[in-house]
């Protein structure tokens, strides 16, 4: 913070949850750090959030229970909230505003980046197509993530989502290289998440040595949900210096993005704005675009900054408005099905509504290998014969179904179980690709439509010989 201006007693008019309001009594500006101090000298941050002619809003990342609105004074810094950020920063853990929550020192500042961020320019922004390995087949094989891409993963109450989201922070890694790389690294940011998974977290990072290339985010669900709203801006900038200051690949796993956006709605309603649809504010979808649009790569910078936004669907509706203005912003999504989950398969990802719309720019001849794309193609063919093989024999059951549909029959079971299915071992992608391979060796040969002569000679009739 570079200057601050004192504003004495009797300027804090009331306290709404997570808003303070206060008199106008001099210039200040959106956004612009505050701090507010008791008159028991307790000390809170905020930012201002709106403010008109007469009054000024501000949202407190501390609670404000026990502030007695008399004898408060309020320090305007006349600039944004920044994080101080540095060497360092990789093995740590902070609460959602940047504070250590580890014990350790404070962070060896090297400079203060603005939390909200800057807009990369559209003309210095390079288009995403290096693969990037999570270690989970349904995505690396079916529905592959890029390096800079923003993809996210659209769950339900009561889906492992969170065990999934550490099993990609503890697994992903650079192809081609080991998985202590000092060239990638994970910024995982939980939001509004309860005592326990915030253990979990970090419990499951430092047992399976994840936490040292990690930065590691945790707003619990007793915090402020104003706090609740700046959890992920403040890992997003900890990325940005990561990745365009050390030149480091980041993968960033925000979760879960349905409690900012209830969060969102909170504090929308405090300040008295019309809602929109159910009750989120009309603005939702650019602030969320604040969000998603952080991620890419810049031209003449060697770091990149990878998005995994993890939601829960309310009552499991991929048309509610968080996963529906998601999509819109978004390059795709990953969706996890309860049914699967009750048949213990793991990850539950449905492959058929799940996709990467840059997959296509990432992977084939010198990224991953030349057989992923035909493979891929071929899977989702067949599986999605599959399905409509299942409505059938549902109809006229599985003796009245010809050779060829109780063929594909099997090979939907055999995919689920071999293919998306694979327990708590993590797959390469040629782990993957031979697993792909093997279910599709059942099928008849006129089946295999997306395949060329070379790889059913090879891949299938070579296989079936030996």
Not at 9 to 17: D, H, T, W, Y
Not at 251 to 271: G, H, K, Q
């Amino acid at each position: 913070m570079t200057y601050a201006r004192l504003v004495g007693e009797e300027i804090a008019n009331r306290a709404e949850g997570p808003l303070l309001f206060l008199s106008r009594a001099l210039d200040v500006g959106l956004n612009e750090a505050v701090e507010v101090e008791g008159a028991d000298g307790s000390v809170r941050l905020g930012r201002i959030a709106a403010l008109d002619q007469d009054s000024i809003t501000v949202e407190m990342l501390d609670d404000t229970a026990g502030l007695a609105l008399a004898g408060t004074r309020v320090r305007f810094f006349g600039e944004p909230l920044r994080f101080q950020v540095g060497p360092g920063l990789l093995g740590r853990v902070f609460d959602g505003v940047g504070k250590p929550l580890d014990g350790g020192p404070p962070l060896a500042a090297e400079r203060a980046y603005r939390v909200d961020g800057l807009p990369i320019k559209p003309t210095a922004r390079v288009a995403p197509n290096e693969f990037l390995e999570t270690g989970f087949t349904a995505i690396d094989l079916m529905n592959s993530l890029v390096r800079g891409q923003k993809l996210p993963l659209f769950s339900g109450g009561g889906l492992p989502h969170d065990r999934i989201a550490v099993d990609i922070a503890c697994n992903a890694r650079l192809p081609g290289e080991s998985d202590d790389s000092e060239s990638f690294a994970i910024v995982f940011a939980g939001i509004g998440i309860p005592h326990d998974s915030a253990e979990l977290f970090r419990e499951e990072m430092e047992k399976r040595g994840a936490l040292a290339r990690t930065a590691l985010f945790l707003n619990l669900a007793s915090d402020s949900s104003a706090q609740r709203l700046l959890t992920p801006r403040f890992a997003l900038t900890a990325a940005e210096y990561l990745a365009f200051t050390e030149g480091k690949h980041v993968l960033v796993i925000l979760t879960d993005l349905t409690n900012y956006c209830e969060a969102l709605r909170e504090v929308s309603a405090s300040r008295g704005e019309i809602p929109s649809r159910k009750g989120y504010p009309g603005y939702m979808y650019s602030d969320l675009a604040t969000l998603y649009e952080r991620a890419g790569r810049i031209r003449g910078r060697a770091g990149s900054v990878t998005q995994i936004p993890i939601l829960t669907m309310p009552n499991d509706d991929i048309t509610h408005p968080i996963p529906d203005l998601t999509g819109y912003i978004t390059e795709g999504q990953i969706v996890l099905d309860r049914d699967l989950h009750r048949r213990d398969i793991y990850p539950p990802i449905r492959v058929l509504p799940s996709l990467s719309r840059l997959m296509k720019d990432g992977i084939g001849q010198d990224r991953t290998h030349p057989d992923h794309p035909a493979l891929a193609a071929q899977l989702y063919a067949s599986y999605s014969q599959a399905q409509q093989s299942r409505v059938l024999a549902g109809v006229v059951g599985e003796e009245g179904l010809t050779e060829n549909d109780r063929k594909l029959l099997a090979f939907g079971d055999a995919f689920e179980r071999q293919v998306i299915h694979q327990g708590v071992e993590a797959r390469t992608l040629e782990e993957s690709m031979t697993a792909g391979w093997s279910v599709l060796r059942d099928l008849p040969r006129a089946e295999l439509h997306r395949l060329d002569d070379r790889q059913i000679r090879e891949r299938i009739d070579g296989e079936r010989a030996t």
